[in-house]
């Protein structure tokens, strides 16, 4: 008799993205040029101001939901989880360098466009392909 290991729900991997994106918005933190007072930054994407409390609560958030979905996960489930996290972190290094003030040309955003949207559907298309891959595993186990 074949035990069979329950599939990961996809609101689970969803989860993780967003904590991985939270954590690493958090960690990572503002990386603005530091410059005088009255010097003007350009921007890619301004974001509004808002007060440094909220990236600590955005990444303590991030950090409950994360440990949340992996104690809960059993078995085969935490490489998936594992991949969407690091997913999620990746969007949230690729939100800061978009976000970043700097002087002149922000190049950043130019090497996440280059390279990191590629990248981020590679992932994504890794993380779909390996369900996939595991449902009809499961699927041929179980006949």
Known sequence: MTTQVPKAPVWSEVALVGAGALITWWAVGDQSAQ???DTR???YYQLPA???AVDVALGVAGVIVGVAVFVRAKGLWRLPFAGALLLGAALGLFGRVLTAGGIGANIGAGMVFMIGLPLTALCLIGLLTGSKLHTARQ???SN
Do not use: I, N
Request: aromatic share 16%.
């Open 35 to 37: 410059v005088p007072p």
């Open 41 to 43: 930054l350009d921007y």
């Open 50 to 52: 808002y007060h440094p």
């Open 139 to 141: 699927r041929r186990e």
